[in-house]
C-alpha cells in the first residue's frame, strides 16, 4: 500500500521516519536545516548540522576537536590570517597559548611546541634554528646581495660586523639600555636590533687657562680642570670616523629565511650608521629608516635566497615556501605607522626608480 506521507529531499523520495542522519542514525526534522555528504556511491545522504560538524566540519588548531556549529547552525572560529589550515575554537580566543615565534601559528594541546631559550616556543621541529656560527655566513650573503644586486657600495667595516644569536631576554635588555625604538610593529616580537656608537672628534672645548710665573706654565683657572687630558683622534682610515657598529643581535630560535630576513633589515641600519653623510644630530626619520629596512628584507627574501622548498612535514606544517611566503606576507600588511606605513611608501618609491 502506497505510504500516506512522504517527503522530497536530496534529489530522493523518503517516509518521514526513514530520513535518518547517517552519522548518529536518529531522525531529522524535514522541516529544519539538515547538511548532507556525498558517499562513494555519488549519492548525496543526509545529516544533521551538529553531526556534519563533528564529522566533516573545521577542526580546531588547539585541541584537535571539531568545532560546533552555534544556534544559527553557522560555525565560527578564529584563523590564522595566513596559513588556511590553522583555525581554532572561539573558546580558545580568550585565552589562545602560545603561538610559534617563528610563523605564528597556534600551539596544539596534544603536541606542544618546544621551548628555545628565553626566546619563547618553536612549533617548526624540522627547521634547526639557527647559532651565532650558522649566522655569520648568511650575514655574508645579506652583504653580497646589498652590494652586487641593489649596487650599494659597502664600507669594510661593514662586512666585518660580528653577528650574534641571542635569547629574548639579552635582546630586551639591550634594546632598553640603547633607547632602541624597535617595537610597535604588528608583527610577534623584536627579533634583531643594531648595536652602534657614535662619538665627535671635530668639537673640542678648552678649558679657561691662565699662566704662572712661578712654574712658567699655563694652567687651569678651574683647580678640578687642572691636569692631563685625553682626547682619542678618531680612526682616519675609516668612511665615518665618528661611527661604528659594534654588533648585530638577532633572536634565537628562528628558521633560517626568518634569521635571513631580520639580518637584512639590520644590515639596512648599519648601512646608515656608516655610511659617510651619517649624522647622529640629525638622525634619519624612523619610518623612513624602518621603511627602507624592512624594504631590504622584503627584497632580499623575495631575490637573495635559493629556491625554498615545496616539501610538507607532517599532517599540517607548511613547507619552506610556504613559510617564506609567510614571511614576505608579514612585512606587506603590517599596520605599524612606522614598519608597515614605511615599508609600503619605500616600495612603492622603490617601484617608480628601482
Known amino acids: 500500500k502506497p505510504a500516506a506521507t512522504f517527503l522530497v529531499a536530496l534529489d530522493k523520495k523518503y517516509h518521514p521516519e526513514c530520513f535518518k542522519c547517517v552519522g548518529c542514525h536518529q531522525v531529522i526534522d524535514s522541516k529544519g536545516p539538515f547538511a548532507y555528504m556525498v558517499g562513494e556511491d555519488q549519492q548525496k545522504h543526509p545529516l544533521h548540522r551538529k553531526c556534519y560538524a563533528e564529522l566533516y566540519g573545521v577542526k580546531c588548531a588547539v585541541c584537535m576537536a571539531s568545532i560546533p556549529a552555534g544556534p544559527d547552525g553557522k560555525v565560527s572560529f578564529v584563523k590564522h590570517p595566513f596559513f588556511d589550515k590553522e583555525q581554532m575554537c572561539p573558546s580558545h580566543a580568550r585565552n589562545p597559548g602560545r603561538r610559534c615565534t617563528g610563523c605564528h601559528r597556534f600551539e596544539p594541546e596534544r603536541e606542544p611546541f618546544a621551548d628555545i631559550n628565553d626566546s619563547g616556543s618553536l612549533c617548526l621541529l624540522f627547521l634547526l634554528p639557527m647559532d651565532s656560527e650558522d649566522a655569520q655566513p648568511l650575514w655574508d650573503i645579506v652583504i653580497k646581495f646589498m652590494e652586487e644586486k641593489l649596487h650599494l657600495p659597502i664600507w669594510k667595516d661593514l662586512r666585518k660586523v660580528p653577528i650574534l644569536i641571542v635569547g629574548y631576554e639579552a635582546l630586551n635588555n639591550h634594546m632598553q639600555a640603547a633607547g632602541a625604538v624597535h617595537g610597535g610593529s604588528s608583527q610577534i616580537l623584536t627579533r634583531g636590533l643594531c648595536l652602534t656608537e657614535h662619538q665627535s672628534g671635530r668639537k673640542v672645548r678648552l678649558a679657561k687657562m691662565k699662566f704662572n710665573k712661578n712654574n712658567q706654565s699655563f694652567e687651569s683657572v678651574n683647580v678640578e680642570e687642572r691636569g692631563y687630558t685625553f682626547f682619542q683622534v678618531p680612526d682616519a682610515t675609516k668612511?665615518?670616523?665618528?661611527?661604528?657598529?659594534?654588533?648585530?643581535?638577532?633572536?634565537?630560535?628562528?628558521?633560517?629565511?626568518?634569521?635571513?630576513?631580520?639580518?637584512?633589515?639590520?644590515?639596512?641600519?648599519?648601512?646608515?650608521?656608516?655610511?659617510?653623510?651619517?649624522?647622529?644630530?640629525?638622525?634619519?626619520?624612523?619610518?623612513?629608516?624602518?621603511?627602507?629596512?624592512?624594504?631590504?628584507?622584503?627584497?632580499?627574501?623575495?631575490?637573495?635566497?635559493?629556491?625554498?622548498?615545496?616539501?610538507?612535514?607532517?599532517?599540517?606544517?607548511?613547507?619552506?615556501?610556504?613559510?617564506?611566503?609567510?614571511?614576505?606576507?608579514?612585512?606587506?600588511?603590517?599596520?605599524?605607522?612606522?614598519?608597515?606605513?614605511?615599508?609600503?611608501?619605500?616600495?612603492?618609491?622603490?617601484?617608480?626608480?628601482?
Open 239 to 354: 668612511v665615518n670616523p665618528d661611527a661604528s657598529v659594534t654588533a648585530i643581535l638577532c633572536l634565537s630560535g628562528l628558521p633560517r629565511d626568518l634569521t635571513a630576513s631580520v639580518l637584512a633589515h639590520e644590515a639596512t641600519h648599519a648601512w646608515f650608521k656608516l655610511h659617510p653623510r651619517f649624522d647622529i644630530a640629525n638622525m634619519i626619520p624612523p619610518q623612513v629608516e624602518e621603511g627602507c629596512a624592512q624594504l631590504v628584507a622584503m627584497l632580499f627574501l623575495t631575490e637573495g635566497l635559493d629556491p625554498a622548498s615545496t616539501e610538507t612535514y607532517g599532517d599540517s606544517g607548511p613547507s619552506d615556501e610556504k613559510l617564506r611566503q609567510y614571511f614576505k606576507f608579514s612585512i606587506e600588511t603590517d599596520d605599524n605607522e612606522i614598519y608597515g606605513e614605511g615599508y609600503r611608501k619605500a616600495a612603492a618609491a622603490y617601484a617608480d626608480i628601482g
